[in-house]
């Protein structure tokens, strides 16, 4: 019967924990994505569609009837 | 196949691997503790809202950026580690963790934590975390901690950064309110430190470090900590009387004041023989009211800022 020796645990400890570690690195990226689309930071530096929230009141033009 | 365990001896080097507890120990947990603490007060009171998630996350990257601090520091530190009772146990100096391993861990934590706060936050806070962990490496453990016994003073400015961190990670500024938080918590350090030297006895001097117990002596140490209370005594009440504060932090401000000024005064009029005496009884309670005095201070302003709405100065 195989039987794990103590630097085997211990490595596999190791290796687990860094496992969870990129797991919850790769869930928080993704969270983070989700969350700045959302909020629309990124979004709004660098897209080329005209924010009528931030055209001066002034310059937009009256639509007639 | 092949069992390597067979060939691998029950004891010796195999036993000394380091394990994930080895590299947690590495980032010094308690010192970023401190960080989160802070740093997500300076966060919270900060004016205008930040996204929950984003300022969770922003509190992770400036965790991990006290941690690579640390990491760094016992890199560079191992050769002082190894000669001091306190710190010989630490993952380097016991031989379970490479000198070139927890650098690697250090920088690469470094760079991580600013680009991420930068990403997630913004660039100012960004860059008083990169600021922070350059202090703390270069400024401190590289230069003063070996050099000058003022090391503990203007090497407490590196922990008092966070809460300003915090705050710039929230607004995208660091105004005259966050600097308070900053002035606050470094003239809070030298005497919480101090009272902690004057009761354990850390063998310093073994590994020929500057501090003050030892440059200037012990009666030195307490006559100093007494005057930066003094000094901590008058930026607690700024922070009470500026836009932090408020009516409920001046009140809790003046009792906090009140028994740390009472300390530091009973440790400055006493001799090392009455304090051998009483087993250090006096340095041992102000240690221990200036961890309280820390953590209700930064409470109350968080307090204070959800009272705000309904009345403040």
């Known amino acids: 019967m195989h039987r794990d020796h103590e630097l085997h645990t211990r490595r596999k400890g190791r290796n687990f924990g860094l496992l969870a570690v990129l797991l919850a690195f790769i869930v928080l990226i993704f969270g983070l994505t989700v969350v700045k689309i959302q909020t629309g930071g990124f979004a709004e530096a660098f897209d080329h569609v005209s924010r009528p929230a931030i055209v001066p009141q002034d310059a937009v033009p009256e639509v007639s009837e | ?313």
């Open chain 2, 1 to 313: 196949m092949t069992d390597l365990s067979l060939h691998i001896p029950d004891t010796g080097p195999a036993s000394d691997e380091a394990g994930l507890r080895d590299y947690w120990q590495l980032l010094k947990p308690r010192l970023m503790s401190l960080s989160v603490f802070t740093a997500l007060v300076g966060l919270v009171i900060a004016p205008g809202g930040v996204h929950p998630f984003l300022g969770a996350t922003s509190i992770l990257w400036i965790a991990l950026g006290a941690g690579a601090s640390g990491a760094l520091n016992m890199w560079f530190d191992a050769d002082i580690d190894r000669v001091m009772k306190r710190t010989r146990s630490r993952p380097i100096p016991s031989g379970r963790v490479e000198p070139s391993d927890a650098l690697a861990l250090g920088l690469f934590l470094s760079v991580l934590s600013v680009v991420m706060l930068g990403l997630t936050a913004n660039w100012v806070a960004a860059f008083w975390l990169a600021f922070t962990i350059f202090f703390y490496t270069v400024i401190y453990s590289m230069w003063l901690k070996r050099t000058t016994s003022w090391n503990t003073v203007i090497g407490g400015l590196a922990g008092a950064f966070p809460p300003m961190i915090g705050w710039a990670a929230a607004t995208g500024s660091t105004p005259l309110d966050a600097w308070l938080l900053v002035a606050l918590i470094f003239m809070w350090t030298p005497p919480h430190f101090w009272a902690l030297a004057l009761f354990v006895r850390m063998d310093y001097h073994v590994a020929r470090i500057p501090m003050l117990t030892v440059t200037h002596g012990r009666d030195a140490t307490r006559r100093q900590a007494f005057l930066y209370a003094v000094g901590l005594a008058v930026v607690s009440l700024a922070t009470a009387l500026s836009g932090i504060g408020g009516p409920l932090t001046l009140a809790v401000a003046v009792v906090l004041n009140g028994v740390f000024l009472k300390g530091a005064w009973d440790m400055w009029r006493r001799t090392d023989a009455e304090a051998d005496a009483d087993g250090h009884a006096a340095e041992k309670a102000l240690f221990k009211w200036s961890l309280v005095y820390l953590f209700v201070h930064f409470a109350v302003f968080v307090v204070e800022a959800a009272l705000h709405p309904y009345g403040g100065w």
